[in-house]
């Protein structure tokens, strides 16, 4: 069970990682609005494009990651923060300190990659 210095932390760590993610620029909108379809060269505006397609997936990842720390933040306040999902069992505080959004213990994620990757096959 993690102790209140521990959840005080964790709580800390997060919102840390949140803020930097909602104050980070807005360069991705801004460089697709200001692609020109008038522009001298096809292949410079196709690596223009190239480049804002990959800002927006990266972007997108980013609110994935956002959505997660908030859900982190939930089961800090409701107390089931470190609790794995699968098995109820603690996770890890080393686990935690390496991927803080986590839901599942260690065991448990390996046991669903290996589905997953069964399944692909």
């Known amino acids: 069970m993690l102790t209140e210095e521990k959840k005080e932390y964790f709580t ?6 949140l803020d930097g993610l ?3 620029d807005n360069s991705t909108a801004n460089h697709i609005n ?13 690596t223009m494009e190239l480049e804002a397609d990959f800002n927006l997936r990266i972007r997108g990842r ?3 990651l956002m959505e997660k720390i ?3 933040l939930e089961r800090i306040k409701d107390g089931t923060y470190g609790i794995c999902e699968e098995c109820e069992e603690e ?6 300190e390496a991927r803080p959004v986590a839901t599942l213990c260690i065991a ?11 399944r692909e096959l």
């Open 12 to 17: 800390q760590l997060l919102t840390q990682r």
């Open 22 to 24: 909602l104050t980070g």
């Open 34 to 46: 200001g692609l020109s379809e008038n522009s001298a060269d096809p292949s410079d505006r196709a």
């Open 62 to 64: 980013e609110t994935v």
């Open 70 to 72: 908030k859900k982190a």
């Open 91 to 96: 996770i890890s505080e080393r686990r935690l």
């Open 108 to 118: 448990c994620k390996r046991k669903q990659e290996a589905q997953e990757k069964a």
